[in-house]
């Protein structure tokens, strides 16, 4: 079946631009995480979605980051007036309900701020 | 969550049985332990998890001893194509807010 899909693959942007990135769970998945991964470094948290519950946002490195999510499907990572230590590579991951210890990850999203 | 401690780097051959070590001295009584996979340019993969003694699937296999202070991920005859970041991640399951959160690994380079 489908797994985790993220665009864009790669994004380019200006310093003080903002970006949005998008990301499909795999379909009946609850929960949905968003994480950073700088170059040659490990993984990030960022975000965590699960149901209808108030996500938690405590990965989130500063009011320039925000996210949601709509009912048990697309979320959106928004970041705005990027900058240059933004660029690292976005992965999303997902989870199922009954299963909440395995994370299927997608292939991310590459941002660069130039 | 529990932090773990990881070798940087290991390097072995084909056909060899790799053996990567997570310290996780703080785990706590509702810890799993778990490890992930990463090639170049994807997202982690899921390889095999366990809470004690010894866990084996078609991938790996993941010791862990009594005291679960650490636990050890094997990998049996590995290939060119196990060359990979491999992440030791230790936390609870089943809490609503569950997170992950992913050291920097050990990047295991397999050569001919």
């Known amino acids: 079946g489908a797994g985790v899909s993220q665009s864009p693959s790669n994004k380019v942007t200006e310093k003080g631009k903002d970006v949005e990135l998008r990301c499909d769970p795999i379909s009946g998945h609850t929960a949905l995480y968003w994480y950073r991964q700088r170059l040659g470094q490990g993984l990030e948290f960022l975000i965590y979605?699960?149901?209808?519950?108030?996500?938690?946002k405590s990965g989130l490195p500063s009011d320039r980051f925000s996210a949601e999510r709509t009912g048990e499907s697309v979320s959106t990572l928004t970041i705005q007036r990027t900058q240059q230590e933004d660029s690292a590579v976005y992965l999303c991951?997902?989870?199922?309900?009954?299963?909440?210890?395995?994370?299927?990850f997608g292939p991310g999203t590459r941002l660069t701020v130039l | 969550l529990a932090k773990t401690t990881q070798p940087i780097s290991m390097d072995s051959y084909e056909g060899q049985e790799v053996n990567i070590t997570c310290s996780h001295n703080n785990i706590a009584t509702n810890d799993y332990i778990t490890w992930y996979q990463q090639f170049p340019s994807q997202g982690p993969r899921f390889i095999i998890q366990g809470y004690k003694t010894k866990v084996t699937n078609e991938v790996a296999s993941l010791f862990i001893p009594a005291d679960r202070k650490s636990s050890t991920l094997s990998l049996p005859r590995v290939s060119l194509s196990d060359t990979a970041v491999y992440y030791c991640l230790v936390g609870p399951l089943n809490t609503g807010f569950q997170k992950l959160v992913f050291g920097t690994g050990t990047r295991l380079l397999v050569s001919p």
């Open positions: 979605f699960q149901g209808n519950s108030a996500p938690d």
């Open positions: 991951a997902s989870s199922p309900k009954q299963d909440t210890d395995t994370q299927y």
